[in-house]
């Protein structure tokens, strides 16, 4: 019987190298999404993410969904709050400076809320995949 054989150091040889700081990768990531792809060098991924994630943004809004924001007593609002504000530097740019807040009487208001949300939590996401890359553990 044929003892198996270990692909461990073999994996190990594989890996990418580490193409740069993961904290600045992180970082850029959250704020602008995309950014910090194209600070590693990604800059393919870089342009398709920041379009996935401002096309969700765009559309969450023209289908006036809700930005949540902390409300007092609810968890479940800090959580959403969270996940929304994971889509970085726009989120505070809907909610301070245009003053955006959906129209819960809209007809898409459910579903713009969706996209608003997922925007946010694709983005953190697209911020783990930084990190990795900038760290070398996949391409």
Not at 68 to 94: D, E, H, I, K
Not at 116 to 122: E, N, R, S, V
Request: proline fraction near 7%; include cysteine; glycine fraction near 12%.
């Amino acid at each position: 019987m044929a003892e198996p054989t270990s692909d461990a150091p073999a994996a190990a040889a594989e890996r990418p190298a580490p193409v740069g700081n993961p904290w600045v990768a992180a970082l850029l990531a959250w704020l602008v999404p995309g950014a910090g792809h194209f600070y590693l060098g990604k800059r393919g991924r870089a342009a398709a993410f920041v379009v996935l994630v401002a096309v969700s943004i765009a559309l969450g809004c023209a289908l006036s969904g809700n930005l949540y924001r902390p409300v007092a007593n609810q968890p479940l609002a800090y959580l959403a709050t969270a996940g929304c504000m994971g889509m970085g530097s726009p989120y505070f740019v809907l909610r301070f400076l245009v003053g955006y807040t959906g129209d819960v009487t809209s007809p898409g208001y459910e579903y713009g809320t969706a996209f608003i949300l997922t925007a946010g939590l694709m983005n953190l996401l697209l911020v783990l995949d930084a990190w990795d890359i900038a760290l070398g553990k996949k391409a």
